[in-house]
């Protein structure tokens, strides 16, 4: 995995909790280049309306380590 720089940044993959600013939410899914979205908590899914903005708090394993998984 890369460290996030001004040039370089983590692509989300599936169980990464990601931010885009306003929302806080669990990547479920990534279906022909589309980012799967659903709440923390919640039940309901929604694409990425821009994957470009989302940036990873956690990823997978570290939701693991937490024991959120």
């Not at 940044?9 to 990547?27: F, H, K, L, Q, S």
């Not at 799967?36 to 380590?65: F, H, M, N």
């Amino acid at each position: 995995m890369t460290e996030t720089t001004e040039t370089t940044r983590i692509v989300p993959r599936v169980g990464d909790e990601v931010t885009d600013g306003r929302i806080r939410a669990i990547v479920t899914d990534i279906r022909g280049s589309v980012i799967w979205l659903r709440a923390r908590y919640g039940c309901s899914e929604w694409p990425a309306e821009d994957p470009k903005r989302l940036k990873v708090a956690r990823t997978r394993e570290q939701r693991i380590e937490a024991d959120e998984v």
